[in-house]
């Protein structure tokens, strides 16, 4: 067995350290031998606390390595999500809504993020938040691409349509 210690760098970065002997490589068509994916995962999330880890052979140091980094990686709310113009709940923020000002010269109002049951049947808020859903709606395009919500069905969400 190889025992796998871990200290974390500053900001962040973790530090996977082998202690096996240096060059030993496993073959690349050799097969595995059955692990259970738990103790996988308890190995990662072990790893991730700053625990030094016992593990079987089977698993290199790298393929720990690449586990940590898919697990620290943040994935994004929303398929095409880009910070600086989008709400992480859907639709435009401040500076996207400014942007398109700048560049078309559109007076974008902020979402009506309101539940429907709290609006006021008919108030103007109502109405707006009613027709953007009619609108965005009956839009070409899915609302979700493999699983994740595109930026018009983040939208949809967002205004509760």
């Given at each position: 067995?190889?025992?796998?210690?871990?200290?974390?760098?500053?900001?962040?970065?973790?530090?996977v350290?082998?202690?096996?002997?240096?060059?030993?490589?496993?073959?690349?068509?050799?097969a595995?031998?059955?692990?259970?994916?738990?103790?996988?995962?308890?190995?990662?999330?072990?790893?991730?606390?700053?625990?030094?880890?016992?593990?079987?052979?089977?698993?290199?140091p790298?393929?720990?390595?690449?586990a940590?980094?898919?697990?620290?990686?943040?994935?994004?709310?929303?398929?095409?999500?880009?910070?600086?113009?989008?709400?992480?709940?859907?639709?435009?923020?401040?500076?996207?809504?400014?942007?398109?000002?700048?560049?078309?010269?559109?007076?974008?109002?902020?979402?009506?993020?309101?539940?429907?049951?709290?609006?006021?049947?008919?108030?103007?808020?109502?109405?707006?938040?009613?027709?953007?859903?009619?609108?965005?709606?009956?839009?070409?395009?899915p609302?979700?691409k493999?699983?994740?919500?595109?930026?018009?069905?983040?939208?949809?969400?967002?205004?509760?349509?």
């Open positions: 067995m190889k025992e796998t210690k871990v200290g974390k760098k500053p900001h962040g970065v973790v530090l350290v082998s202690l096996g002997k240096p060059g030993d490589k496993k073959p690349e068509d050799a595995k031998p059955d692990v259970k994916k738990s103790e996988y995962e308890e190995a990662v999330e072990a790893i991730l606390k700053g625990e030094p880890v016992d593990f079987c052979t089977c698993c290199s790298s393929d720990l390595a690449w940590i980094v898919k697990a620290k990686k943040k994935s994004k709310p929303f398929h095409g999500y880009n910070p600086n113009r989008h709400h992480k709940k859907g639709g435009l923020n401040a500076k996207g809504r400014a942007k398109a000002k700048r560049e078309t010269g559109a007076n974008l109002k902020p979402p009506v993020t309101t539940k429907p049951s709290k609006l006021k049947p008919g108030s103007k808020k109502a109405k707006r938040r009613k027709s953007f859903c009619a609108r965005m709606g009956g839009m070409k395009g609302t979700s493999k699983g994740k919500l595109t930026p018009k069905g983040a939208a949809l969400r967002r205004w509760n349509c």
